[in-house]
């Protein structure tokens, strides 16, 4: 790798060594770079098929583009995280205790999403039942509803019945009322002594017969009763086509991360000795890969990259000091 300084260049890139510093350096640092590279890769590697499988199944994404955008955020993630404890000038085992517990996580995250894709076919089936199951208790909550809202409409209906039944008899009764229409008028009936007209208000009084307005009062409640019968009509058809709506709706529904993690653990993992075993094993698969960084830098000894650089430090510190204290004399 010291002959090959573009591949160098480029490992320190990622990891963010300087490059000029491990020009400097023995062979140890040249060694601690290639562990690094080499666990950086390995989970860039598992973080990016993670990302991808799960932009693919749980967000949805149609476009391979996008899967590898996701993907490569992943990546861009996990080798900040490393870098982060790479970077770290000397030990610092509170940074080494945080990272221990967010390699934890990270293992529980990435061994449970590749289980999903591993157990897809046995999950596959778990789900049709837990489907079915769900989708038989939104089938008797519905009922329930659509029934009691039947029993509403029938009241609404045989109430309006039974007021146009009365209006109508009503009007039949008495087809026909008298309309009285009064106007007014000035009657000249003489003239004072002065020769004044004389004038004097009357009221007219005009009979009519017109048809019983219950008429129209009864034809207006045919019509709403009309309304409620079409509804009802409407209510007893979706109360007969509503199991297969819900069979199409728990077909058509998009299938959650979440949901899949409940059925996993509740339905094969903890129900299955064999799939419990194979996902513990995974899961310290997965940490173990998350804490090679770490554990390299927590338990080796120092390459005399870090040792130029604290030196570095020391130095610079040492000599911010000796500036502060002559401009204090």
């Not at 490569?72 to 080494?96: A, M, N, P």
Request: charged letters at 25%.
């Amino acid at each position: 790798m010291k002959n090959n300084k573009i591949f160098t260049k480029l490992c320190c890139l990622i990891i963010g060594w300087n490059p000029s510093i491990l020009a400097e350096c023995g062979e140890a640092s040249y060694r601690a770079l290639k562990k690094y590279m080499s666990a950086i890769t390995i989970m860039a590697i598992i973080w990016g098929t993670i990302g991808f499988l799960f932009a693919d199944r749980y967000i949805g994404v149609a476009a391979t583009y996008v899967k590898i955008i996701v993907s490569l955020i992943f990546i861009t993630i996990v080798v900040c995280v490393e870098r982060f404890i790479i970077l770290k000038v000397g030990k610092s085992y509170f940074v080494g205790i945080m990272r221990i517990v967010l390699a934890f996580l990270m293992a529980t995250l990435g061994a449970t999403i590749f289980d999903q894709m591993i157990f897809k076919n046995d999950l596959d089936v778990k789900m049709t039942k837990a489907r079915d199951v769900e989708a038989n208790e939104l089938l008797n909550i519905r009922t329930i509803l659509i029934n009691k809202q039947i029993s509403e409409n029938q009241k609404c209906i045989d109430s309006i019945g039974r007021e146009y039944e009365q209006t109508l008899s009503e009007a039949n009764a008495k087809p026909f009322i008298t309309s009285v229409n009064t106007t007014q008028e000035q009657v000249l009936i003489g003239q004072d002594s002065l020769g004044n007209n004389i004038y004097e208000r009357r009221t007219n009084f005009n009979k009519t017969q017109i048809p019983n307005p219950k008429y129209q009062q009864a034809q207006d409640l045919a019509k709403l009763r009309d309304k409620y019968i079409e509804q009802g009509q409407k209510l007893n058809k979706d109360l007969m086509e509503l199991d297969g709506t819900i069979r199409t709706e728990m077909a058509n529904k998009p299938r959650g991360f979440l949901e899949e993690l409940k059925v996993l653990f509740r339905e094969i993992i903890f129900k299955d000795k064999i799939a419990a075993g194979f996902y513990l094993i995974l899961f310290l698969f997965m940490l173990s890969l998350e804490l090679l960084v770490v554990s390299s830098k927590l338990s080796e000894t120092t390459c005399d990259y870090d040792l130029i650089v604290e030196h570095q430090l020391k130095v610079k510190e040492a000599t911010l000091r000796r500036t502060q204290e002559q401009l204090i004399k």
